[in-house]
């Protein structure tokens, strides 16, 4: 989508910039962005449905600005000693990456990450008026210790965003790397543990207890199946938690959100188990890739980045014409599948078995 803002006073970095955005087209199977493919099962929908209607008896109030029983539940589900005080909730990791980037970026100061990586990163930055750098990962699209370290000295950030697993690729990080990153540096270090759940390498929470600049974000958007609700939060120490309120907008989070929130993580044994099914089923499909000649970026992730592509929009078309959306991002060459429903996943390998009947690509 493209506009003309006439004599508007748009502001000069914002000329010319495009609006982040998916394609969301009507086709028989949608697996471009890494959304959890199973809805809420009857009986979670009718416990939603009651919630919002409790919650719609007060909605002529305010909701709590501090999501504080919803911070409770978080804490509970997240473990590690973790309490309320640990716990900052908002619409979505988007906005709390923007909250931080708001209290810890700003005019004058650089946020770091490592790519190919999340590509809304850079639109965090600009609109909070951050620099924003990066450092290209290793050939495998992991990072280590050195990498980052030698990238810090080079940038000076306040900010470092270390994603894992990363996204688009689905490689991890490893506790290690992230302790030793926290040792030799005074920013603050963001882990964006967005698709935490489905990954067997151990996560960052351990370590916040040593490190006071140490944020772990996550999202309820994809193991509890919420991408329609709006949920992201961040595990930190509870000064990180208080410059959040700082920026944060009056009531940002509704009541809607919150009570559909808390059902969600009382329903979390449920949620989970789809988590387990939809990993298997991205490892199950990275064996199918490899065995039919595709080479394959090992992934912990509800996703895998496949290719290599001579013309990877042409592959990405040719399973559209055949009802099946993937996304054409990443490292040039690659497309990233998202993992589905079994029946969903036999349609995409049906329809790259007809584009590339020998896995030729």
């Known amino acids: 989508m493209s506009s003309s803002y006439g004599d508007l006073p748009l502001r000069a970095d914002l000329v010319g910039q495009e609006p982040y955005g998916a394609p969301q087209l ?22 939603m449905g009651a919630a919002i209607q409790e919650a719609a008896g007060s909605m002529n109030r305010y909701p709590d600005r501090d999501a504080l029983t919803l911070r409770e539940a978080l804490a ?12 900052w909730a908002a619409n979505g990791s988007n906005e709390i990456m923007s909250q931080l980037l708001t209290a810890f970026g700003g005019p004058g100061r650089t946020m770091l990450t490592f790519t190919p990586t999340y590509s809304m990163y850079p639109e965090y930055a600009r609109n909070t008026c951050t620099s924003y750098v990066t ?25 470092v965003v270390i994603t894992t697993p990363n996204n688009p690729t689905g490689t991890c990080t490893s506790l290690e790397v992230i302790d030793a990153v926290c040792s030799a540096t005074d920013a603050v270090v963001v882990v964006d543990e967005a698709y935490q759940e489905f990954s067997q390498t151990p996560a960052a929470l351990s ?60 329903h979390q044994d449920e ?26 970026v090992p992934s912990e992730a509800n996703f895998v980045l496949f ?30 599948a998202s993992a589905g429903k079994p029946e969903e996943m036999a349609a995409l390998k049906e329809a790259l078995a007809k584009i590339n009947p020998e896995g030729r690509h």
């Open 26 to 47: 009507d086709v028989p199977v949608v697996l471009n962005v890494n959304e959890n493919p199973y809805p809420p099962s009857p009986a979670l929908r009718q416990a």
């Open 76 to 87: 509970s589900y997240l473990g590690n000693g973790l309490t309320a005080g640990n716990i």
């Open 135 to 159: 450092e290209p990962r290793r050939q495998d699209f992991t990072v280590d210790a050195g990498l980052v370290l030698s990238a810090i000295a080079r940038h000076s950030p306040t900010v």
């Open 207 to 266: 370590l916040l207890a040593r490190h006071p600049r140490l944020v772990v974000t996550r999202t309820m958007s994809k193991a509890f199946a919420m991408a329609g609700g709006r949920v992201g939060y961040l595990a930190a120490s509870p000064a990180v938690v208080d410059a959040c309120r700082l920026v944060r907008l009056p009531y940002h989070l509704s009541a809607q959100t919150q009570a559909l929130a808390l059902v969600a993580l009382t």
């Open 271 to 296: 949620l989970l188990s789809r988590v387990r099914q939809l990993a298997q089923e991205c490892r199950s499909f990275q064996d199918w890739l490899r065995d039919n000649g595709y080479e394959v």
């Open 307 to 336: 290719g290599r592509f001579t013309d990877r929009h042409a592959v990405w078309q040719g399973l559209l014409n055949r009802g099946v959306l993937i996304r054409e991002t990443g490292p040039q060459g690659f497309l990233r």
